[in-house]
C-alpha cells in the first residue's frame, strides 16, 4: 500500500507533466502565430501595419482574427498586391458582431 508521501510525490509529477505539456503547446500556438504573421505583415500598406499593431496593442483577440482572415485569404490566392488601411477597415467592420438596436416605447 501506498504511503501518503508517495502519493503526494506522485500528484505533484502528474501536475508538472501537464504544466510543462501545457506550455510546450502555448509556445507551438505562438509559433504559429509568429508564423502566420510574418506572412502577413508582408501584404500589408504601411497605414495598415500601423493599424494592424494598433489593433494588436488594444485588442489581441480581435488582432488574430484579423490575422488568421488575411492568413487564409493569402494563401487561396485572393490577396495578390498590398492590403490597403481601408480594405483591413472593412475586414474589421465585418469581424464585429453587429450591435443590436434598442427601441423603448414609454407607456
Do not use: W
Not at 500500500?1 to 503526494?8: F, G, N, P, S, V
Not at 501537464?18 to 504601411?46: G, N, P, Y
Not at 495578390?80 to 434598442?102: C, M, R, T, W, Y
Amino acid at each position: 500500500m501506498a504511503t501518503l508521501e508517495e502519493i503526494k510525490r506522485k500528484k505533484l509529477e502528474e501536475m508538472m507533466r501537464l504544466q510543462q505539456h501545457q506550455a510546450e503547446e502555448q509556445s507551438q500556438i505562438q509559433q504559429q502565430v509568429e508564423q502566420m504573421e510574418s506572412v502577413v505583415r508582408q501584404f500589408l500598406s504601411k497605414e495598415s501595419l500601423a493599424r494592424y499593431g494598433s489593433l494588436k496593442a488594444a485588442h489581441k483577440e480581435k488582432a488574430l482574427q484579423l490575422l488568421v482572415v488575411l492568413f487564409q485569404a493569402i494563401q487561396k490566392g485572393q490577396v495578390k498586391g498590398k492590403v490597403e488601411d481601408a480594405l483591413l477597415k472593412k475586414i474589421l467592420e465585418q469581424l464585429a458582431p453587429a450591435k443590436k438596436e434598442f427601441k423603448i416605447k414609454r407607456v
